[in-house]
């Protein structure tokens, strides 16, 4: 290839980068890679080799920015695949160094606070179009087809949009399936691409950190299914494998439940026990499952499902206090279930996990919608749930349903009030209090499936405590109240240290 004939410049060819550019290949963009790290281009020219069996190379590599640079096509079209942070920024400054120009588009592809992509943005003003694109799907996703979640720039969207809608997942518009094909050099064209334009520059990030703290939620609940399973009904993990496999075939069917199979019915190679045996319990953590519970709280939308699967990774990790604990801390001796009712708890657990999935995606889109209000973002969350139905990590059948709800009413107040979903936890709910209430009695930890039933319990109780606790806040701070049978507006307090305790208006 000679000298400005690249399309894309692609910065960080680690395993998201290299997959990311071999699918852009894949779809007929001639892509020029650079990495600080060699070995790192030498595997992706050799991927590529491999993959193009005896035809020419598809992709290039430079040694440097300036390189870079000289070999893709000006205006450029720059992708970064490197760490969150620092990284991003110290990339930007090299190629403002290296001659980049005002109307040269740099898309940031990693997973990076949302906040981090607006500040650069207002940042690179004038220098640099800063784009961004959150991108799920982990490894084969970037490969054959990940979900895409830009945001920023219209202008920059044009260019990089036919891109974005070539490499990604692909869904069966009829049937809302995905359509996959995992085969190097045939990608697949046909469909509805996983790639939808979510708003002004941070949008996309923050969505992309819902659909983490999602991701947390759904993992922890299938795993608190998994350890009643294995603990209660004292079940095989090749045993758990076979319910996943047969919930997989129902509402329950995606991606994590299908990979929970996976992990389940694979034997250690050393020990040829089951793997999961072998892998230690202590959970490791990148921070958007944080980032999703923090913003929760700042916004001031509940989303503790989220919340509690980050601190149950957080309990696992303390694993020598735990090993203390259990000596000391007493709980329920655990009745193992009879045989003959294996059945009727593996469906409270189906149900638990149904019931508290729903939940879960409530919370998140609650958020999404609060935190759109006050960024004032216009939020497609009919679009959003479509662009994860394939590719990225929560992709799950479950998803249309999310969308057909907001194409019902796009202002949807809270998935629960959606008659679908009303009538879905109506149907199941008995099964959901009996698992969580089964567990608890027997001490077995389930954080985030009691977690999701609180939620559904406090969401649909008209007279919560709140008028208790209104009472002590203004007893000890004055802190003032308003009454049931006046407009909320008017504020009142107690004299509490007074001769009868008289009330006054603020
Ligand atoms: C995805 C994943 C991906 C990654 C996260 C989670 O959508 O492809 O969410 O972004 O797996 O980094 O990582 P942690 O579990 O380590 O926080």
Redesign the pocket.
Known sequence: MSESQCDIGFIGAGVMGKNLILNLADNGYRVCAFDLDHNRLNALLEQDKKECGGLPARVETCNSYTELLAKVKAPHLIILSVPAGAPVDDVCSKLMDAGLKADDIVVDTG?SLWTDSVERAKRYEGKLIFFTTA????EV?ARFG?SLMPSGDRYAWSRIEPVWHAIAAKVDKASGQPIERFEPGSPVREGEPCAAYIGPIGSGHYV?MV??GI??ADMQMICEAYHVMRTALGMAPEEIAEVFREWNRGPLNSYLINISAEVLSTLDSVTEQPLVDVILDRA??????LWTAMSSLEVGCPAPSIAEAVYARSLSTRKVLRTRAAQKLQGPELTQVAAEQREEVIAQLHDALYCAKICVYAQGFDLMKLAAREQGWQLNFSEIARIWRAG??IRAVFLQSISDAYDRDPKLSNLLLDDFFTQQIADHQANWRQAVASATLNGIPVPALSSALNYYDAFRTVSLPANLLQGQRDYFGAHTFARVDQPEQRKYHVQWSEPGRPMVEI
């Open positions: 997973n991108v799920s799907g982990g996703g990940p992309k659909h983490n991701e947390y490791g953590q990148k921070g958007t499952g990225c990590i």
